[in-house]
């Protein structure tokens, strides 16, 4: 008997569906993302043909279409269950077209999650391809092709072999490189504030803040204001002049879109885009429980805040028999005012498929990553649907002269959703009893002097959050786009942060100066915003990448004639070992390598050794240079490996500790480099913890395939 075929992007979706549907009526096969695309070894778009895409046969997909043609042609069904998103719709498109299938035909299912109803009830209910969709995807990208494949060979003459430029990208990369620019341009400004010290008529301490005068808040720019402000209130006690209680409400957040998920796993588990969003696919497509492979999370590509009633109510059950009916917060859907664009994906916000499958109850089941991601999502959504935490929050403001002082309390009232999300240790500030008409009496005046700082670098999820709001990119573009920036080596990561490299500054200045239009940030969103009117049915995609493409034309003949060619080679002080002269860094299709000025005379070369200017603290000869694990963590090692085998996360410093004599290293966090001693045991002495770097621990993802 005839089977049904049902085609899925991933083999291990095909696995997990197949399963639910049962293989003696359906057979799932996997597609294995796209089957079509256009050529990468010419433009593959046919300008004088209305921007004609010329798509081809994806090189090494032969054996994956062969499979899909015979068993679509023993089938007496077809369905084609890619994802649900522009993406996933073009991808149904070419199969269809490979297949020789009637696009008329109710053909195409999709749903939000890879649960045994959903894929059922998807079924059961076929429709058509979409084509608005699937234009939507062709104009994004035939226009990514026009603009990389038309400006990137511009950069490897003028630059170097291997740059490219993007749509997306390239905004990215100088959204970087103006923030290093206001970084460099700022000057700090001073300020002051003066805290004081003061005892209650029972003799509890409080701490207040200076204010201003009365009803005016003032800043206290420099030293001669702090002097005056002193001596006026020098000798008074504080007068309580205010007090005022009230209640204060935290409204619990919204459950994840992709961008937001992604942030708040850097946030809070240190996780990158890419990683977030492989581990999240993880999730999505399968985890095996008990003999039995489950999707843990709806679709993880969406811009959508929407939960359907379905899983409402089973949040609603969850909270009402876990936690309470004092917990639960039956919430209208309300648009958010910020979404000021259209949500591309119309289906639902990331969230768990099954509540009663919490983070506990399968740990034994995931592996660490994956149980502190699907902790975070449950938890969110969950937290979602309940009521708002309540805070008591008592103000007092105090008079000494005419300068106003003030303090603020506060004491959780009721914990509401951060009894399920809550990933910060919060203390309540308790003040002590006092009445209006009390005097404090003065212990302590504390001047402080401060200098403002300059905007922070990027870091992926404030990036992520910049690309959202300037609406560049889509949900599915923020991971990708941030790894090519780094894989390019047009940004490196300095901890944390996102910080340009000369060739990405250099790049982007190219860009700057004579494609102006295509990297800046308004032009992007409003291409993202024409994208949408064509996925709307309200505009002919052509007419959108031929608007796009004239000043592009324009601006890369101009272009071609008005760019000098750059010479990114660095000399360096070191001596060729064949003909003496000196060394410089060069470009090569691996990264930085060292090479004889004089090629191609001479060819001498040699890898890059990154010195930091540090004697290895183990052998006392070898130089520590800066080296990449397999997984492209930096760390620090000896020249002389592997002779001798010292290894640190931490950059040794040259030092060592007097009280123990281990070596000192720098330590960088958010905000600071402090030097500490690299013993954890030393160091918790003096008082703080430094996690010591583990050997062990280098020398085992050094060691990992």
Not at 448 to 464: C, D, I, N, Y
Request: net charge negative; charged share 35%; with cysteine.
């Amino acid at each position: 008997m005839a089977k049904t075929l049902v085609i899925v992007e991933s083999p291990a979706k095909a696995k997990t569906i197949e399963k639910f549907l049962g293989k003696s009526h359906y057979t799932v096969k996997a597609s294995v993302g796209h089957i079509r695309d256009l050529p990468k070894s010419k433009l593959g778009v046919d300008i004088e043909n209305n921007f004609e895409p010329q798509y081809i046969n994806i090189r090494g997909k032969g054996d994956v279409i062969k499979e899909l043609k015979k068993e679509a042609k023993k089938s007496k069904q077809v369905y084609l269950a890619t994802d649900p998103d522009r993406e996933g719709e073009a991808i149904s498109w070419h199969l269809a077209h490979i297949l020789d299938l009637d696009e008329t035909q109710e053909c195409r299912i999709e749903f939000n999650e890879i649960t045994k109803d959903a894929i059922k009830k998807a079924i059961k209910n076929p429709r058509n391809i979409d084509l608005s969709l699937v234009d939507a995807q062709q104009a994004r990208r035939v226009l990514d092709r026009l603009l990389g494949y038309q400006i990137s060979p511009i950069l490897w003459q003028k630059v170097r072999k291997g740059l490219s430029a993007g749509r997306v990208q390239s905004v990215t990369t100088k959204l970087i490189c103006d923030r290093e620019k206001e970084i460099k341009a700022f000057i700090p400004k001073e300020y002051w504030t003066i805290d004081v010290d003061a005892k209650t008529e029972s003799n509890e301490y409080i701490s207040l803040k200076f204010y201003g005068k009365e009803n005016e808040k003032l800043e206290i720019e420099n030293e001669e204001a702090v002097n005056e402000i002193l001596k006026a209130i020098e000798g008074n006690n504080l007068d309580v002049v205010s007090i005022e209680s009230k209640s204060r409400r935290k409204t619990a957040p919204k459950p994840f879109t992709t961008s937001m998920l992604q942030q708040e796993a850097a946030h809070k588990l240190s996780f990158t885009t890419k990683k977030t969003m492989s581990i999240a696919q993880e999730l999505y497509e399968g985890i095996d429980i008990e003999k039995e492979t489950v999707g843990l999370i709806s679709y993880i590509r969406t811009d959508s805040k929407r939960i359907s009633e379905e899983a409402k109510e089973k949040g609603k059950e969850y909270i009402l028999e876990e936690l309470g009916e004092n917990y639960y917060k039956n919430i209208a859907e309300k648009k958010d005012k910020k979404e000021g664009k259209k949500v591309q994906d119309a289906h639902e916000a990331i969230r768990p498929t099954y509540v009663d499958k919490t983070p506990d109850s399968i740990k034994s089941h995931l592996t660490k990553d994956q149980f502190k991601l699907y902790n975070l999502i449950w938890r969110r959504f969950v937290a979602s649907q309940m009521e708002d935490s309540v805070f008591d929050i008592l103000n007092v403001e105090c008079k000494m002269g005419e300068y106003i002082f003030k303090a603020t309390g506060s004491k959780m009232k009721f914990d509401g959703y951060t009894k399920i999300y809550n990933f910060t240790d919060r203390e309540d500030r308790i003040l002590p009893i006092i009445n209006e008409g009390d005097i404090l009496k003065l212990e302590k005046i504390i001047p402080l002097q401060h200098f403002t700082q300059p905007p922070a670098r990027f870091t992926e999820a404030s990036l992520v959050k910049t690309l959202e709001e300037l609406g560049i990119g889509r949900p599915s573009t923020y991971a990708p786009t941030i790894a090519t920036i780094l894989n390019r080596e047009y940004v490196e990561k300095q901890g944390t942060s996102l910080c340009p490299t000369e060739l990405g500054i250099i790049v982007t200045e190219i860009l700057e100066n004579n494609f102006q239009k295509f990297i800046d940030a308004d032009f992007t969103a409003q291409m993202e915003q024409r994208l949408d009117e064509i996925e709307e049915g309200n505009t002919e995609w052509k007419k959108v990448v031929s608007d796009a493409y004239e000043p592009l034309k324009e601006a890369i003949e101009v272009a071609m004639e008005s760019i000098e060619k750059i010479n990114m080679d660095e000399e360096t002080d070191e001596i060729c070992e064949n003909c003496g002269d000196n060394m410089v860094i060069k470009y090569g299709r691996f990264g930085k390598f060292m090479a004889c000025k004089q090629y191609p005379e001479c060819k001498t070369t040699k890898p890059l050794v990154n010195k930091v200017g540090v004697k290895c603290p183990k052998c006392k000869e070898g130089d520590i240079i800066l080296r990449k694990s397999k997984r492209g963590k930096a760390f620090y090692g000896c020249s002389n490996y592997p002779e001798c085998d010292f290894v640190a996360w931490n950059k040794p410093t040259g030092d060592f500790c007097d009280k123990c004599g281990s070596y000192m290293i720098e330590k960088v966090t958010k905000g600071d480099t402090n030097i500490i001693c690299s013993d954890k045991d030393c160091h918790k002495q003096h008082g703080k913890d430094t996690g010591k770097d583990s050997d062990e621990e280098i020398m085992k993802e050094n060691s990992e395939n």
